[in-house]
């Protein structure tokens, strides 16, 4: 089945305390990205990465970092977590260049920072 | 830069009722996407529609309607005969072209939908 996998589903952690959220997709996809939600504000990329190695900000990337070693994998790291990250995330992907196709999103994670 | 407005934070209706959730976008691209989201009470993101901006068709999916206005960028979005399940947060979307190619979404702040029996 053709799916976005994040872990893990929620997580409580304290401040300063390193993390991180584990995003896979099993399509072959180029494009893959990471949203935050909050309430009243919508979804707003984090990052994004069109392809193995290649990384880029989106509009709120302060205090995040993301690597893309392999193409199927595009981990979401929080060196140093603060209460204002704690909100529900989203990985997606897609295929690069392809208008027609829709986002796919993971299942969310939602992470509590104390 | 582009932008997208729900306006409607919460909706309130009764079982059976119709509803339609409002989006307006603003871009100075002649070429890009419209979607809907449902995000149900357990939380992922469910994907309804898109919609390219060269075609204006109105849409019906079942009990869902799409009305997709360019002289007034809108793209609302009806529930006819709503349902208790039919409950969720909504998010009205537009695609924003990246580096390359890629796509970006930039979401509404969503509209929570409430259906009481």
């Known amino acids: 089945e053709a799916q976005v996998t994040q872990n893990p589903r929620y997580l409580i952690t304290v401040t300063g305390k390193k993390l991180t959220v584990t995003c896979s997709q099993n399509?072959?996809?180029?494009?893959m990205s990471w949203y935050r939600q909050d309430p009243g504000l919508g979804l707003r990329q984090i990052y994004y990465?069109?392809?193995?190695?290649?990384?880029d900000k989106g509009d709120v990337p302060e205090g995040y970092k993301v690597s893309r070693k392999e193409k199927r994998n595009f981990p979401l790291i929080l060196e140093s977590p603060s209460p204002n990250q704690t909100s529900l995330y989203f990985c997606?992907?897609?295929?690069?260049?392809?208008?027609?196709?829709?986002?796919?999103f993971g299942n969310g994670t939602r992470l509590t920072v104390t | 830069a582009q932008k997208v407005t729900q306006a409607q934070t919460e909706i309130s209706v009764v079982e059976k009722e119709d509803v339609t959730l409002d989006c307006v976008y603003e871009?100075?691209?002649?070429?890009?996407?419209l979607f809907w989201y449902k995000q149900p009470p357990s939380g992922e993101l469910v994907f309804l529609i898109r919609?390219?901006?060269?075609?204006?068709q109105n849409e019906i999916s079942g009990r869902y309607s799409w009305n997709f206005q360019k002289s007034t960028s809108s793209f609302n979005f009806t529930i006819t005969a709503s349902q208790v399940v039919d409950s969720a947060v909504y998010f009205c979307?537009?695609?924003?072209?990246?580096?390359?190619?890629?796509?970006?979404?930039?979401f509404g702040q969503g509209t929570r939908l409430t259906i009481n029996p």
């Open positions: 919609r390219n901006s060269f075609d204006e």
């Open positions: 979307a537009l695609s924003e072209a990246q580096y390359q190619g890629a796509q970006k979404l930039v």
């Open positions: 399509m072959n996809h180029e494009y």
């Open positions: 871009t100075r691209d002649t070429t890009y996407y």
């Open positions: 997606a992907s897609s295929y690069r260049q392809d208008y027609n196709s829709p986002l796919h």
């Open positions: 990465s069109m392809n193995v190695e290649v990384t």
